[in-house]
C-alpha cells in the first residue's frame, strides 16, 4: 500500500514545488487522523486460532449495491484441524454486523458472536488433519473507519456511486467473516458477487463467469493461489475495462486487466501500459511474475493513494510511481507477506525500493530526484526506526518516512555495503527461497539470505538501520602531502542515542582546484577520528561526502587544511595525552609561534612562543592538530586530547 501523502510528496518533488516541508507538515495531520480513526482497530487482537485450524478454501457471495452503504452474504470456509478433538471455529468478524445463522453440512450450527468474534459449535469433535466446512450467512452496515475497509463514495461529474475495500491491516473483519491472521494464509477463494445491474466488480484472480439479468450482475472470480486475508477485495461501480499485455520469451502473455472510471479511460489508456515493461523489469531484477497464470490488474477507486490487492491493485491514480509501487507488492508482499506488522518493512521498503530502481532503470533521469526525496525525507527527524515497535497505532506502521523511505533507503545502503553482484543474488535466491514462497517471513528470512551471499556477518548494519535510530552525521578534514598523497580524518556523530557509531564504508569523491580531475574513494570507516591516506594522480583542493546519496547521512563540515611543502613531523608526548604536552624538536631549530588546530579546521589554542609545556586542559577531548612554525617552515603532527 502507498500512502497518499507518499505518492503527493513525489509528485511535488518532480513538479518542483517549492512547499515540500508543508507537504510533509500536512503528513503529519494525516498520521494523526489516521490515528484517531484507527482507535477501534486499536484493541483488535489478532486471531489466536492459528494454530488450532487451517483455512483451506473460502467462497466468498456477496450481495452489494454502490449506492448503499450496506453488505449482504454467504462465506463458506473450508478448514483442516491442526489438533486433536477440535470442537469449536473461530471467525473474527465486526460486531457491527449481524450473523443470521451458520451451516455446518446440512444443519444449523450454534454459535456465539460477541467481541467482534463469531464461535462456531462443531457437532462432532474433528480428528487431526480432518476436513470441515462451515457457512457463515449475515448482513449488515460495516463500521465506517480507518483507511475505509469497506467504503461507499462517488466518482465523475454524475456521482456515480462507487464501493471499494481496503483490509490493511486489520480491516477485513468489519465486512466479512475471516480469519484475521498473518499467519495462515487460505489456499484458494471463489469471490462471486451480484450488484445492480449496471455495475461490474473487479476482484482477486481471473473472471470466469459474468451473468446478467434484468436487475442484477453477478460476476465470479476464481484465485488458486495462497492469499493472506487482508489482500482480499472488491471494488464495484460502471467500470469500462481494457487489458494490455506482456509478450514472454517462451510465447505466452500476461495480461493486464485494467478496470477504469469511464471518464478517466483514455488517460489510463495512455499510462497503463508502461507496467508491462516494469513487470518485465521486476523479473529480470528479482524473479518472474508470481501469478502470471492467472492476471495482474487495476482498479481505480476513491483514496488518493494505491493498495496491492493479490492480483489487482486498486489505484487513486495512474502516475508512473504508484504503478510500480503497487506493481512491486505482488512479489513482497503477496507472494511473500510480512509474518508481522513490525517487519512492514519487508512490504512497503522493498515496494518503496523496487519503485526506485524501476526509475534507475526505466526513467532514468528521476533516479536522482528520488534518491534525494527519500534521504531527505528520513532526516526531517533525527529518530525511529524501520522496525515497528508500535503495532497498535496504524499511523506508524504506514509511517511515510521510517516504513516507506526509511524501508527501502535501507535496501539501498545494504546495496552499497554488499555490492551490486550480493545484492541482486541475494534479492533473488530471497524471492526464489521455497521456504518463504507463497508464506509469510520475518526480517531474520532475508537477512540470512544477504548473509549467505555475502559471506558475512550483517548483524551490525542491521541493528543500526533496522532496529536503531537515527543517522551518522559526518564531519572530515583533508591535507595533501607529498607525493600525491593526501590525509583523510573522518569523523562521526549520530542524530540517535540509539546507536552510537555507524559502522559504514563511506563514499567520499576528491576533486582537484576546477574539478577536472577526480577519484571516488571508499573509506570504510570503523571508528572516529579515523585516518586515511589516498593518493591521487592531482593536488586534492575539494572533497565531498556521499555524492551520489549511497546513505542516509548529514554532512556538518569538511575542512581543507593547507599543505605545507617543508612540513617534518615533530615528536609531541605524552600522546595522548589529559593537560598537558610538550614537544622535542632538533636543538638546531627555533620555534617563532605554534597554533593547535581541531578537526574541524578550527584554530583552538595560538601560541607566539615556544613554552616548556603547553596546557591542553581546557579542550574537549578529541584528535588535534598542531602546528609548530619555524623561520624556513613548519613541523607538525596530531595528539589525542583525553
Not at 432 to 444: I, Q
Amino acid at each position: 500500500m502507498i500512502r497518499f501523502v507518499h505518492i503527493l510528496l513525489f509528485f511535488c518533488l518532480v513538479l518542483n514545488v517549492i512547499a515540500q516541508e508543508n507537504e510533509l507538515f500536512i503528513s503529519d495531520k494525516i498520521a494523526l487522523e489516521e490515528s484517531r480513526n484507527f482507535q477501534l482497530k486499536a484493541t483488535f487482537i489478532e486471531s489466536q486460532d492459528n494454530s488450532l485450524t487451517d483455512f483451506i478454501y473460502q467462497r466468498m457471495e456477496w450481495q452489494v449495491d454502490p449506492a448503499v452503504h450496506y453488505i449482504s452474504g454467504k462465506v463458506t470456509t473450508h478448514f483442516k484441524s491442526k489438533t486433536e478433538l477440535l470442537n469449536t471455529i473461530e471467525f473474527d468478524l465486526s460486531d457491527s454486523l449481524t450473523v443470521d445463522s451458520v451451516v455446518i453440512g446440512n444443519n444449523s450450527a450454534p454459535f456465539t458472536h460477541q467481541n467482534n468474534k463469531v464461535e462456531i459449535n462443531l457437532p462432532e469433535p474433528l480428528s487431526l488433519n480432518q476436513l470441515d466446512s462451515a457457512s457463515v450467512f449475515y448482513h449488515g452496515v460495516p463500521p465506517a473507519t480507518g483507511l475505509g475497509s469497506f467504503e461507499t463514495t462517488f466518482h465523475g461529474t454524475a456521482f456515480t456511486p462507487v464501493l471499494w475495500t481496503l483490509s490493511e491491516p486489520y480491516g477485513a473483519l468489519e465486512w466479512w467473516p475471516c480469519k484475521q491472521s498473518l499467519a495462515d494464509k487460505i489456499d484458494s477463494i471463489d469471490v462471486i458477487v451480484t450488484t445492480p445491474e449496471k455495475y461490474k466488480t473487479a476482484s482477486n484472480g481471473i473472471l470466469v463467469s459474468e451473468e446478467l439479468t434484468d436487475t442484477t450482475t453477478t460476476m465470479h472470480w476464481k484465485h488458486r493461489f495462497p492469499i493472506a486475508t487482508y489482500l482480499i477485495a472488491i471494488a464495484v461501480t460502471d467500470y469500462e475495462r481494457y487489458s494490455d499485455y506482456l509478450e514472454t520469451e517462451n510465447g505466452d502473455s500476461i495480461e493486464i486487466l485494467n478496470y477504469v472510471y469511464p471518464e478517466n479511460l483514455e488517460d489510463a489508456k495512455g499510462k497503463t501500459p508502461v507496467t508491462a515493461e516494469i513487470i518485465r523489469l521486476y523479473q529480470d531484477l528479482v524473479g518472474d511474475y508470481p501469478f502470471a497464470a492467472e492476471k495482474y490488474g487495476h482498479a481505480q477507486f476513491g483514496w488518493g493513494g494505491g493498495m496491492e490487492h493479490q492480483t489487482m491493485s486498486f489505484m487513486g491514480n495512474f502516475g508512473y510511481g504508484l504503478i510500480a509501487h503497487e506493481l512491486a507488492h505482488q512479489w513482497f508482499g503477496n507472494y511473500i507477506t510480512l509474518g508481522s506488522w513490525q517487519d512492514i518493512w519487508l512490504n512497503e521498503g522493498f515496494a518503496t525500493y523496487l519503485t526506485g530502481l524501476s526509475y534507475e532503470n526505466i526513467e532514468t533521469d528521476w533516479w536522482p530526484v528520488w534518491k534525494q526525496l527519500y534521504s531527505d525525507q528520513v532526516k526531517e527527524e533525527p529518530d525511529g526506526s524501520v522496525y515497528v515497535t508500535d503495532t497498535i497505532s496504524v499511523a506508524r506502521i504506514f509511517s511515510s518516512r521510517l516504513s516507506y523511505a526509511k524501508g527501502g533507503y535501507l535496501l539501498h545502503m545494504l546495496r552499497w555495503v554488499i555490492g551490486d553482484d550480493a545484492f541482486f543474488q541475494g534479492l533473488k535466491n530471497y524471492f526464489n527461497d521455497p521456504a518463504v514462497a507463497n508464506g509469510f517471513v520475518r526480517s531474520e528470512d532475508v537477512i540470512n539470505h544477504f548473509e549467505q551471499v555475502a559471506d558475512t556477518s550483517l548483524t551490525e548494519f542491521f541493528n543500526d538501520w533496522l532496529y536503531g535510530e537515527g543517522y551518522p552525521v559526518y564531519s572530515a578534514s583533508f591535507k595533501p602531502g607529498d607525493e600525491g598523497r593526501t590525509l583523510i580524518t573522518l569523523s562521526q556523530t549520530t542524530s540517535h542515542e540509539s546507536v552510537d557509531f555507524f559502522e559504514m564504508p563511506v563514499p567520499v569523491r576528491l576533486y582537484n582546484t576546477n574539478r577536472t580531475d577526480s577519484l571516488d574513494v571508499r573509506l570504510n570507516h570503523t571508528n572516529n577520528q579515523q585516518q586515511f591516506i589516498v593518493s591521487t594522480d592531482f593536488h586534492v583542493a575539494e572533497l565531498v561526502i556521499d555524492p551520489d546519496l549511497w546513505l542516509i547521512s548529514k554532512t556538518q563540515e569538511i575542512v581543507g587544511l593547507p599543505s605545507d611543502l617543508n612540513t617534518q613531523t615533530i615528536e609531541i608526548f605524552p600522546n595522548p595525552a589529559t593537560t598537558e604536552i610538550s614537544l622535542r624538536i632538533p636543538s638546531s631549530k627555533q620555534i617563532t609561534g605554534i597554533r593547535i588546530f581541531d578537526l574541524n579546521g578550527a584554530e583552538v589554542i595560538h601560541l607566539s612562543v615556544q613554552p616548556e609545556r603547553i596546557n591542553i586542559s581546557g579542550l574537549v577531548p578529541g584528535v588535534y592538530l598542531l602546528k609548530a612554525e619555524l623561520a624556513d617552515g613548519a613541523f607538525q603532527g596530531r595528539f589525542i586530547k583525553h
